[in-house]
């Protein structure tokens, strides 16, 4: 018996096959329940921004697919007057209202951080102008600017001040300065409510220790709130420039791109010329040339976000 | 006691048009009459969906759904109506051209029909039938409707773009009845303004009312974006006249016209903050059923706009025209509706509720009484008669309707106006955009 047991040793273990092995593999499992997140990532966002792409090296036209026709839009586009005001007026339109946004939006922050009475309700009515529809503010403010009714004309004639009315949006600058005007006013409770957010994670501690060193008022904000607060400035901020940017419903409804042209953003005159004009293929080379403007602020607060002294104050390397 | 027979109601009805409407009972009876008349049957069981131009006026909305609802009892035609503001028709429609999914007809502007001639039913035998009917197509009517010797879509009704003045200040400014000249015109301008009393037209990007005044100032110098076989002759001496003469009325309008749209005007107006623009009749409409706003319809009147060196009328309204789709299931049930449509007892209530806000393309209905019971009407009857059509010399297809939804005329004549830029530079980039535009 012993012997016949020695000699028929028993069987090596059989080595898993590939199948048995995938079954219990995490990666094979995770890539499943990734799956639908990436359906749904590459139909909804790549697939369009891919066809968008595409559709800028054609002459597409709404309701009729177009040819292949390489640069050709772009090379039209290198030599319009209007394009190229439309990126002057979107570079102005984002990098005017988001200074401001963010500096109002920071010292309206801070304010809200401080001890007062009715906080919460103070804090509820800074959101407001954030919560009100987009084309619903817009029209209040296109009353406010109207050539003949405007409230704000009015109370001045009234007060003496001026003669005739405030052409807000019938003169190039006016019209400029006041869609940014207008795109500030709903776009700082944003800044403001998100940094108060990141104010209120900073350890009461650190303020304490600053004070007992003597700190000033100033010293304690350069030194540690605003050191601590720079990464959820660059997420804000990130966010802040990429809806200024891409802003569209405040100046359809303001000026269409009027006067003139003198307020059409790229998204304004990109959708003009793709869907009212009816040729998407300039319409979405339009929007493409977007891209690198928005792919540019990305990298800068994400490369931001990577360096440990925009995170954690500049001694700490 | 009434007592109808198909004949006498189809008879009596097409005779009585101008007469007066018929209503409730009387009209289904009608409409059913109709229908067994009519030269096209509706397929069984058809069903219909329409995309139509969101309407300006509410009572001429009620009056066509209950022209829809009458045709569904008559005929057994189940009708959807959707609307859409009147710009964003053309872009649904063009997809619904391409796909071959989507709505069986589309009321749309313009030349949308031209858009996709091959794509749209041909309905040559419902205009034969009504023209022949009632006294023939106005020619902008044809032009819209045709395109070589088939009518791919019928013009329904055009909106007026007419002058609208206060009487009392334009006699005070010297003017008796108001100006049929451009050069009187320009005198007017300037007197209302030293008056106190000035007006303006949009400047804005206005698909209404900005584009109408300009291509009518553009054709009344002898200025065109194109000539007839599409070249473009945007940049021209008479281009340069007109666009001197728009910056003479400019400088003596309202401040701030450039920034408006097609409603800011209407707003000044009825604020009377202006004394003249141009426009439908709404203003009109509106400040008679304001009773504040009473005195200011009782002030006012309607006049053509002044005819230019060229010598003759060189007016552009807003035309609307209604198309079938060749993917729909239903061509007869599509014909049978428009020419429903188009009979005179449906139309002369219709047009009738409108309050002159829309105008006929068939001879016939200038017989309509809604255009003389109020005479401050009756120049909105001939709009159709008057008008030239989108293209211009040129074609009506989709290179007229690009031109004009990119506001390239309305922005040459706003850029030069307001300053931006010089007579050549306004007319080089114009032209720059028409010539991309109008490639073949």
Known sequence: MTDVAISNPRPAPRAPTPWERLKVNRNWLAMWFMLPTAAFLILFLAYPLGLGVWLSFTDARIGRSGVFIGLENYDWLSDDPVFWLSVFNTLLYTIVASLVKFAVGLYLAL????????????????????????????????????AQFSIVSWSLRHMGLIDGNINFLGDSWNARWSVIFANIWRGIPFVAITLLAGLQTVSPSLYEAATIDGASKWQIFRHITFPLLTPIIAVVMTFSVLFTFTDFQLIWVLTRGGPVNATHLMATLSYQRAIQGGHLGEGA??????????????????????RRKWQQGESND | MTDFTRRTLVQGGTAAAAAGALTGPAFLEWSKAWAQAAPWKPEKDAQLSILRWKYFVQAEDDKFVELMEAFTKATGVKITISRESYEDVQPKASVTANTGAGPDLFWGLYSLPHLFPQKCVDVTDVADYLGKKYGGWVPSAVKYGKEGNKWIGIPICYTGSLMNY???ASQKAGFSKFPTKTDEF?????????????GGFALGHAPGDGNTWVHWCLWAHGGQHVDASDKVTIN????????N????????????????????????????EIHWTNNGISIYVAANKDATKKHIADDMN??????????????????????????????????????????????????????????????????NPIWTEDPKRTPYRDVAKRSLTAGGLGSNGEKAASAISDYVVLDM??????????????MSNAERQLKRIYRS
């Open chain 2, 186 to 198: 320009l005198e007017y301008v300037k007197a209302m303004k030293k008056n106190n009393t000035p």
């Open chain 1, 111 to 146: 304010l809200l951080n401080q001890h007062m009475p009715f906080k919460a309700i103070v804090r509820a009515i800074v959101l407001i102008p954030f919560i009100v529809p987009t084309v619903l503010s817009a029209i209040a403010f296109w009353w406010i600017y109207d």
């Open chain 2, 236 to 243: 021209s001496p008479e281009t340069a006249k007109a666009l």
């Open chain 1, 285 to 306: 080379a339009i929007s493409t040339a977007m891209i690198p403007f928005l792919l540019a602020a990305i990298l800068l607060s994400w490369f931001g976000l990577q």
């Open chain 2, 302 to 367: 309607h006049a053509y706009y002044p005819v230019g060196p060229v010598g003759k009328p060189t007016e552009l309204h807003l035309m609307f025209p209604i198309l079938a789709m060749n993917h729909t299931k239903y061509p007869q049930a599509c014909k049978t509706l428009i020419a429903y449509m188009l009979e005179a007892d449906n139309f002369n209530p219709w047009i009738a509720a409108a309050q002159g806000y829309l105008t006929h393309c068939l001879n016939a209905f200038d017989a």
């Open chain 2, 245 to 272: 003469y728009a910056k003479a009325l400019y400088d003596n309008m309202v401040p701030g016209t450039a920034s408006w749209n097609d409603s800011s005007n209407n707003k000044a107006f009825l604020g009377e």
């Open chain 2, 413 to 426: 004549f706003a850029s030069f106006c307001t300053g931006k830029d010089d007579v050549k530079a306004a």
């Open chain 2, 166 to 168: 206060r009487i009392a």
